[in-house]
């Protein structure tokens, strides 16, 4: 053989090293454009089912790609790879949220949250793991925003280099995608079917177009919800009037929803704590009645729930808790404030000045873990137990003695998703600076077990916060925030919590018996449900002036 054939073989060679190159390239870029497009964004839809389907969207890529100039089209499946990669990051955040909040991604409004997420995670395993998991996340957003633009360029570039090819294959695609719309074929997988004919990325964008103009009509009508204020026209000391000389208390127990009460495996451990409850409030002389309010939030976003009681508002989103803060409306701290109550807040998950909290909720007084003198160890996300909040609280605020009547809001802890085993329950009068709290004990409960622990023991420090606080005058609202997240409760659970007002008032308790709350800790099953932005009015028709009633009843 001729130098010149040798050369030629290998050239041809070569080539053909070059043609299944670029080939295998162009299949991987198939491959990742599919997997973009067909990508579920929800857990309940987590199948090998959902990649077995033909998406309408590539396609339309492809029969665009027969039709401009290649030129034009590279930018054209640029910014659709762009776009298309911020699906596949959205699709992302939403399976975080349903796992854990059980709803989709907001994205106006939600963007605060990966912060919260951060900064909760530094408090739970370190700012080491914190720093790798951000930097992580960061690594993987710019892989999607490299790689999927990417791989939409490289299909449609084959598809105008093979145009003579590439027709007969997109017509019989797109023949076959019609009929798989028409008939609604599809994989069956649990109680729904994924659709073989799927336009799931085209509609999530439309879908997620639509909601900015959906967030500025919400702007505005929330806006004049807040300046709609009944209890504006009252004066304070006539919205509060029948709670005169009165230590109010409103506490949020912690992820205390309606599951810890219907589920079988929780409710026997919380239900039991209850019973017991109910018996040492009676004889320390305290009665107890109770009923449901429904949350604004699930699984998390505390502050929406806390907000949404104060102001009689329903907060359920971040831009509504933002919109609601930097406005001016009538909270029951500022109300019992400007009637001449000492109104404190106490925070001991934060760390920090509450700059956007002070001006909005007008207390006098914040405490924080950095200010309540704790120096025992912390329990998962809880910077202390709740036995130490109560403790601490009481010893600052509720002394005998001559003193201002005391409105509080506190926040407990201990039932703080991640859901760490508490402490056992230590006398009233051995707690001091928090060192006889030796810290988390390794537990091989399940994490549902030990969600109904800490729930069990957060309803045990209240109770014995009660008992001990020789407060003949003490009022409790108690109630919880909002229901664990999905790793507690069922597919369908609704936004249900107990609440429960505690003292030994009986005028107080005879209001809560004519909203037809029942006797004890526990609600009946059918018991009434509020939603949290009526307690504000209704507290203030029940304990208010005949003025007051008249106010806040009209408007509703």
């Not at 997420?117 to 957003?141: C, D, F, K, N």
């Not at 719309?181 to 599809?186: I, Y």
């Not at 509720?398 to 329950?425: C, M, N």
């Amino acid at each position: 053989m001729s130098e010149s054939d040798q050369d030629l073989q290998a050239g041809r060679r070569e080539a053909r090293k070059g043609s299944v190159r670029r080939t295998t390239v162009t299949i991987i870029a198939v491959v990742v454009l599919w997997l973009a497009l067909v990508s579920p964004g929800q857990y309940s839809a987590w199948g090998i089912q959902d990649f077995l389907r033909l998406p309408l969207e590539a396609l339309a890529l492809g029969v665009v790609a027969l039709f401009l100039p290649r030129r034009v089209m590279r930018v054209v499946a640029l910014v659709f790879g762009v776009l298309l990669a911020a699906i596949v990051l959205l699709r992302g955040l939403n399976l975080g949220f349903r796992g854990v909040l059980t709803r989709p991604f907001d994205i106006v409004d939600d963007w605060s949250y990966l912060r919260d997420g951060a900064e909760s995670l530094a408090t739970i395993a370190g700012p080491v793991v914190a720093v790798l998991a951000v930097a992580a996340a960061i690594a993987v957003t710019v892989g999607i925003f490299v790689l999927v633009p990417w791989a939409s360029m490289r299909v449609a570039d084959a598809v105008g280099r093979q145009r003579a090819r590439a027709v007969p294959v997109l017509a019989t695609l797109v023949a076959g995608w019609v009929i798989l719309a028409a008939t609604g074929v599809g994989w069956p997988h649990g109680y729904y079917t994924a659709v073989l004919a799927s336009d799931a990325t085209a509609r999530m964008a439309w879908e997620t177009a639509q909601v900015a103009p959906d967030d500025l009509a919400d702007r505005a009508t929330f806006a004049r919800e807040i300046h709609t204020d009944p209890a504006a026209t009252v004066p304070a000391s006539s919205l509060v009037a029948g709670l005169a000389g009165k230590d109010v208390l409103l506490v949020f127990v912690e992820s205390y929803g309606r599951v810890a009460l219907d589920d079988p495996q929780l409710a026997p451990t919380v239900r039991s704590t209850l019973t017991t409850s109910d018996k040492q409030l009676s004889a320390a002389g305290f009665s107890a009645r109770s009923a449901w309010v429904d949350s604004p939030t699930f699984g998390g976003g505390s502050w929406l729930a806390h907000s949404t009681v104060e102001a009689g508002l329903w907060a359920n989103n971040q831009r509504r808790y933002d919109q609601l803060l930097a406005a001016h409306r009538i909270t029951l701290s500022s109300a019992f404030g400007d009637a001449g109550w000492r109104t404190v807040f106490d925070v001991p998950s934060t760390d920090r000045p509450w700059q956007q909290g002070e001006p909005f909720y007008g207390y006098d007084t914040l405490y924080t873990k950095l200010n309540v003198g704790y120096h025992g160890k912390q329990y998962g996300y809880a910077t202390m137990p709740d036995q130490f909040i109560y403790h601490a609280f009481a010893q600052r605020e509720l002394s005998p003695g001559h003193r201002k009547p005391v409105y509080a809001e506190i926040d407990s802890l201990s039932s703080h998703f991640p859901w760490t085993q508490p402490p056992p329950l230590v006398p009233w009068n051995t707690i001091g600076d928090g060192s006889e709290f030796a810290g988390p004990v390794a537990s091989t409960a399940s994490p549902r077990v030990i969600y109904a622990r800490t729930v069990a023991y957060a309803m045990q420090s209240l109770t014995q916060f009660v008992t001990n606080s020789h407060d003949p005058n003490l009022v409790v609202l108690a109630m919880g925030d909002h229901q664990p997240n999905s790793s507690v409760t069922r597919p369908g659970a609704s936004h249900q919590t107990p609440v429960m007002l505690i003292t030994q008032d009986k005028a107080a308790l005879d209001a809560a018996g004519t909203w037809g709350w029942n006797s004890g800790l526990e609600p009946a099953s059918d018991a009434p449900v509020w939603p949290m932005s009526a307690v504000r009015d209704n507290l203030f028709s029940a304990f208010g002036t005949s003025q007051a009633h008249a106010a806040v009843t009209g408007a509703h």
